[in-house]
């Protein structure tokens, strides 16, 4: 989906709907262009588009090259070593912290250094389009009691126009409502919209294996934490200028986790990311997040045998035939 998206398409779509439904309001409610309803809104739509072209040109950082940590996994295309929580992006094609995806309308990985811009342009999407679904209901109220007016007195084209604004603020309010609870509900979880798929997915293949022995997550710490690292002081967060709490190479975790997030892949079980088939009970594929499977899956040495019994993995999710496989099954993969 994010792949057959055009470059610029994705940021002409929201620029052009915020300029509809905030302009078409004015053109709508033309008694109040002589007073200061006029020029407020006209602020609030010049505000909401300095925030997404905040989302949009925030780099939402880079690796640092000096970075080096105890598992140092590296990145087979940008040759540094991965921190935790890094992804290598397959539309930026390079490795990006705290990677939550890759946002196909603001033409930008979202990340750690941008992902305040991110929740602050969905919260301010929010608050001034259910301005304008507010107006475009009181618009209809108004028609459905002028109904039998005359043409000069309605004109036919205003209606047209408005009707496309409801549905558009409607369909707009509803669907960014929904993401944005889904990215308050990942914060206070400590988790991003990648982990959230890496939580579950871990989950299946831990199940398979040992039920009574699933991962912990080891970043989702306290509440107060984990806003921290995401979206930086509580009460700056909403500041449009705000960073997050981290510098996107260490985090907090969980004192007695000592482990690389993701888990290591048990030896029976190739392709923790580039199993093609497997989606979330949500359905959602990790590629749909951005992140680039195939680099993303690093290969380690493990002793001799470990990756004999990989037969049963395979048929249950049939990867395409993987290195380790051809190799003799001497190798093992762990994901980054
Ligand atoms: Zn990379
Ligand atoms: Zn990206």
């Given at each position: 989906m994010i792949k057959s998206f055009p470059y610029k398409l994705g940021v002409i779509i929201p620029t052009g709907t915020i300029l509809y439904i905030g302009?078409?309001?004015?053109?709508?409610?033309p008694q109040y262009t002589q007073t200061?309803?006029?020029?407020?809104?006209l602020g609030a739509l010049a505000w909401l588009l300095l925030i997404y072209w905040l989302a949009c040109t925030t780099d939402p950082g880079y690796v640092n090259p000096e970075f080096t940590d105890e598992w140092e996994v590296k990145c087979k295309v940008c040759d540094v070593i991965k921190p935790e929580r890094a992804h290598h992006c397959k539309e930026c094609n390079r490795c990006v912290l705290r990677m939550d995806h890759h946002c196909p309308w603001t033409n930008n990985c979202v990340g750690n250094n941008n992902f305040p811009h991110f929740m602050r342009f969905l919260g301010w999407v929010i608050i001034v389009n259910g301005v304008a679904l507010a107006g475009y209901f009181v618009y209809w109220v108004r028609v459905l009691d002028d109904w039998g007016m005359p043409g000069y007195l309605m004109p036919r084209y205003k209606l047209v126009l408005g009707l496309l604004g409801l549905i558009g603020s409607l369909l707009v309010e509803?669907?960014?409502?929904?993401?944005?609870?889904?990215?308050?509900?990942n914060i206070v979880s400590g988790q991003t919209q990648i982990e959230s798929w890496e939580i579950e997915r871990a989950n299946t293949i831990a199940r398979?294996?040992?039920p009574s022995n699933l991962p912990e997550f080891p970043f989702d710490v306290t509440l107060g934490l984990n806003w921290s690292v995401a979206m930086g002081n509580f009460f700056l967060s909403w500041w449009p200028w705000a960073g997050p709490g981290t510098d996107g190479h260490d985090f907090p975790k969980l004192f007695y986790t000592s482990v690389r997030w993701p888990p290591a892949t048990p030896e029976n079980v190739h392709d923790w990311y580039t199993v093609k088939r497997w989606r979330t009970s949500e359905g959602d594929n990790i590629t749909d997040f951005g992140v680039d499977a195939e680099i993303d899956d690093v290969e380690v040495e493990v002793p001799p045998g470990a990756a004999e019994d990989a037969a049963t993995e395979q048929i249950e999710d049939k990867p395409k035939a993987s290195p380790a496989k051809k190799r003799g099954g001497r190798k093992k993969k762990v994901s980054s």
């Open positions: 302009l078409v309001l004015v053109v709508l409610f200061k309803i006029l020029p407020a809104w509803i669907t960014i409502t929904l993401l944005f609870l889904r990215s308050i509900l398979r294996i040992d």
